[in-house]
């Protein structure tokens, strides 16, 4: 079965940046990770989870929240089987648990998340 497992999360000041990467494992008959879309999402404490960053398979279309606009970058290695997030000039409201998810048949496949601290 296809496995998400998000990495990179940590403590940062304000101002600064981290990268977060997902790695992508376990396809099964039909897919490869070329063939899938890919997005992030995050849940800060006591909120809803919300939609970060998107990319298509080839990486020819990409989307962002509107707070995150010129600040995060979305991109893949199909080579690697890995989606990245490149956040800079962190926000303390950018604190969240970080995921990477897919979505197979119409069933959507999520990591177990990182943690992502912005603070002073």
């Known amino acids: 079965q296809v496995q998400l497992v998000e990495s990179g999360g940590g403590l940062v000041q304000p101002g600064g940046s981290l990268t977060l990467s997902c790695t992508v494992s376990?396809?099964?008959?039909?897919?490869?990770?070329?063939?899938?879309?890919l997005r992030w999402y995050r849940q800060a404490p006591g909120k809803e989870r919300e939609f970060v960053a998107f990319?298509?398979?080839?990486?020819?279309?990409?989307d962002y929240k509107d707070s995150v606009k010129g600040r995060f970058t979305i991109s893949r290695d199909n080579a690697k089987n890995t989606v990245s997030l490149q956040m800079n000039s962190l926000k303390p409201e950018d604190t969240a648990v970080y995921f990477c998810?897919?979505?197979?048949?119409?069933?959507?496949?999520w990591g177990q998340g990182t943690q992502v601290t912005v603070s002073s």
């Open positions: 990319i298509s398979n080839l990486a020819s279309s990409k």
């Open positions: 998810s897919t979505r197979l048949s119409g069933i959507d496949v």
């Open positions: 376990g396809f099964t008959f039909g897919f490869t990770f070329s063939s899938l879309d």
